[in-house]
């Protein structure tokens, strides 16, 4: 069974600059998950789709972030303009359910914003 | 915010020793799982215990859940080399899952 599919896996911007990061879930999983890993922290969730529909946003920076479900299976993650405290690894994660107890990550999209 | 926190923060060992990390929570929960993540991966599922459970076993790993205490802690016997990562423990309620800090673990050849 293929894994969750992140890309680009390494990426460096200036700020201000714009950045997308692109997921492709586990087939079958109406669950998509968006988390933001900044080193030595624990990862927080941004964004939660139940299929393209969004289930949870309310840590997401709106006013420079953006995220769209539109077919319900592949997503994709924008930052603009970014900032500095942005840089961080991006994890892609889904879910078979919304109640789905186990989730599964990607390898995740590093970012640096310099 | 997050939900959880570990403790310790770092945790140095022998190989073939026991590991022992803890977890601290703050709001009610529906389960409480341990991910573990290897240096520039991503997160991988270990083990699950539900609010109505105290131990979970699954090989090397055994779980504990305090409900009354809100804690839980995960031991990992006989390490290997193999098992340094960072362990993080994350909160399921209804629909959202949150992850504390993590314990970061060496074990040492």
């Known amino acids: 069974e293929a894994g969750v599919a992140q890309s680009p896996r390494y990426k460096i911007i200036e700020k201000r600059q714009s950045v997308a990061f692109w997921c492709n879930p586990i087939?079958?999983?109406?669950?998509l998950y968006w988390y933001q890993q900044i080193l030595g922290q624990g990862p927080k969730l941004l964004i939660q789709f139940q299929n393209n529909g969004v289930v949870d946003d309310s840590q997401l920076p709106k006013d420079r972030f953006s995220a769209e479900r539109l077919k319900g299976v592949d997503s994709t993650l924008k930052i603009q303009p970014a900032k500095l405290e942005d840089s961080a690894v991006y994890l892609c994660?889904?879910?078979?359910?919304?109640?789905?107890?186990?989730?599964?990550f990607g390898e995740g999209s590093w970012l640096t914003v310099v | 915010s997050q939900q959880g926190e570990e403790d310790p923060q770092a945790l140095s060992i022998q190989e073939g020793e026991n590991a022992t990390m803890n977890c601290s929570y703050k709001t009610s929960i529906n389960n409480l799982q341990w991910y573990r993540q290897n240096s520039g991966r991503g997160l991988v599922h270990l083990i699950l215990?539900?609010?109505?459970?105290r131990e979970k076993h699954s090989g090397r790993l055994r779980v504990t859940l305090d409900t009354s205490k809100k804690s839980s802690s995960l031991l990992i016997t006989a390490s290997r080399a193999a098992d340094t990562a960072s362990y993080f423990c994350?909160?399921?309620?209804?629909?959202?899952?949150?992850f504390g800090a993590g314990t970061t673990v060496t074990v040492r050849a």
């Open positions: 215990i539900r609010s109505n459970e």
């Open positions: 994660a889904s879910s078979f359910d919304r109640v789905g107890n186990t989730i599964y």
């Open positions: 994350a909160t399921k309620d209804d629909y959202k899952l949150s």
């Open positions: 087939s079958g999983h109406a669950t």
